[in-house]
């Protein structure tokens, strides 16, 4: 198998933790990157799932209700926790 070199611009950091753990996991660096462009070529692409988190249907639409409460002057508005508390009591 013939090798090659190729340069990667990283933040220092994660690259000092990445050799960290992967220091404890028995490889280096250049190891895990192996690991990942093999596994990667296995699966045909990421070897996990890339993806935007964005809230599903129900969160979408709580999140939605909450600002409109937020912004209705018909709705009881509360100053603090304790008031709303003293509130729910009665």
Known sequence: MASTNFSVRMDSDIKKQCEALYGELGMNLTTAINVFLRQ???????????????????????????????????????????????????
Do not use: C, W
């Not at 070529?41 to 070897?47: E, I, K």
């Not at 912004?71 to 509130?87: F, G, N, Q, T």
């Open 40 to 90: 990667s070529l296995r699966v045909g692409g990421f070897p996990f799932e890339v993806r935007l988190d964005q809230p599903n249907k129900e969160t979408m639409a709580a999140m939605l209700e909450a600002e409109r409460i937020a912004h209705d002057p018909d709705v009881k508005h509360y100053s603090d926790v304790e008031e709303a508390l003293r509130e729910l009591k009665r």
